[in-house]
């Protein structure tokens, strides 16, 4: 019995492998082992069905935004408490430190948190200098004092509906008792706007005085705005860039005016939103001034000096006893050429005026000195900038649905219009106004969205994207290697009852019995199939086994169907090695 059991041929099995084997057959000499064999397609299966899960996992996840960066741990607290409470998934990246939300929940997360004054500020403003220890130098101790008024002035600057975050920078050194060593302290302030936001130029100089009022000795020249873009907000103002910039906000000031009146004249006329108006002004913005100076050609007399002198020598002086021969006639009177009144001899005088007093006989020589006033007269005339010189204004009405305005009635709005502008023909202003039919802006606008422009479109497209891949992988990979499997299983058993009936026909003489353990034998199966059984091994069917393991499943086979005779043969060949 022990020489039957033992295999005549043993096929010697190589168990170690070569020391210096190919690395591509070891694979695939464990590749061919038959355990390995029996379980790669379950192991393939379990691959496909963690990359279908994979799939899943990556697909239904909405994409994330970040919403807060480089939040303190207590922000991060409160601000997922907060988050939970509004059921409002979040997630931290402990490697970026950044809180993220799922994108289609970042405004609605923006706005409560919002709402709710989160994350809270960092502790700023003079609450620094709180927390400064005792014995601090006076260096750290300006330092501090310096980092408060930056903080404070920052979050001033906050206040401004447009800037979501400031920081500010003080340049303050230290004062000196030398007059001339004295360096004026400047500051530059960094600001970040709000999205789609801007400050004009009124916000920029408020910032600027802010900060100047705030440091004593600065001035507002010493401080500079920045935005987050690197663009220079303050504006020097006696560059000739702030002079144009003037110029063009005072034109736009101008038209905007004018478009103001168009507005509110016809809007009761033909409605809100049926017409359009646009002005074009060309404003005189060039300052002249005029100087002028005027004379009156007659004068007038301001002042007069001088002298004049008489010759006595013919001239009679009174004589005779008083009260005698008073009625006497006098001497025969002599004729004199009276001198001019310049006092210069040899000139002519002046002949009498007639009406006018009689020339003094006595006198003969003046010499006078006059001063005239010329009336003169001096003006200075300044023409202030703004005087329009030309007017463009071109209004577009929109036509009814049905009909079409007439001739008369927009002649009627261009007359309004120019009495509306100021119309005037000496300076060539122009209107001009038409009627025509609109585009259907309006029904674009206030049409409904599109069905694919809804929220949920994305999510459930990523998730039905995943259960497809999921689908596909169950249905064309899982499936077919599992059906491969039960089909081999199942070809292979048949197979192998085949051989074995066959073997047992030309042993045993091809008689199937019952159970007697020298044959096969039909069953009905629970499903009213007919199944072969498997027929017992014979003892010449281990002798004429070929291979090692056809020989070890025929010694299976013969165990399992004779369990006695395999217990005594086992027992024969321990005996058999116990004896000397």
Known sequence: MSNALTPQNPVPVTLVPEKFANPLRQIQGVMAQPAVRRAGPMALMVGLIGAAGLAWSALSTPPQKTLFSGLPDSDKAAVTTALSAANIPSHIDDSAGTLTVNEEDFSKARLLLAGQGLPKAAPGGYAILD???????????????????????????????????????????????????????????????????????????????????????????????????????????????????????????????????????????????NFTAEVQADVNLDETSATRESYDKEGRLRAETGNWTGNMASGQAPGGIPGALSNTPPPASQLSTPQPATGNPGTPAAPPTAGGPAPDPAKQTDAFQRAYDLNKEVSVTRAAPGNIKRLSVAVLLRDPEKTKRTAMEIQQINDLVKSAVGFDQARNDNV?????????????????????????????????????????????????????????????????????????????????????????????????????????????QIETSQSYEERIDAVRGFTRDNPARAALAVRDMLGADAKP
């Open 131 to 273: 927390e400064l220890p005792m014995g601090v130098s006076r260096a750290v101790e300006g330092e501090r004092l310096r980092q408060a008024r930056e903080t404070e002035l920052a979050r001033s600057i906050q206040e401004i509906d447009a800037v979501a975050e400031a920081r500010v920078h003080l340049a303050m050194p230290e004062a000196s008792v030398f007059v001339r060593d004295n360096a004026a302290p400047s500051a530059s302030v960094v600001v970040k706007l709000q999205g789609g936001r801007s400050l004009s130029d009124a916000q920029v100089q408020s910032i600027v005085n802010l900060v100047a009022s705030s440091v004593p000795g600065l001035k507002p020249d010493a401080v500079t705005v920045v935005d987050q873009m690197g663009g220079l907000l303050t504006k020097s103002g006696d560059g000739p860039d702030s002079a144009n910039d003037k110029r063009i906000e005072f034109q736009r000031r101008v038209e905007d005016k004018y478009r103001q009146q168009l507005i509110q004249l016809l809007t009761p006329l033909v409605g809100a939103g």
């Open 432 to 540: 001009t106004v038409i009627s025509r039919k609109f585009a259907d802006a309006s029904a674009d606008a206030g049409a409904a969205p599109k069905w694919y422009d809804n929220a949920l479109v994305p999510m459930l497209a990523r998730n039905l994207t995943a259960l497809v891949i999921a689908l596909l992988v169950l249905l064309l990979g899982v499936r077919p290697i599992a059906k491969a499997l039960m089909k081999k299983r199942e070809d292979a058993t048949p197979a192998k009852d085949a051989a074995a009936l066959a073997d047992g026909a030309k042993g045993e003489g091809a008689a199937l019995t019952d159970g007697s353990g020298e044959g096969g034998s039909a069953g009905i199966g629970p499903d009213g199939e007919q199944i072969a059984v498997q027929p017992p091994v014979s003892l010449d």
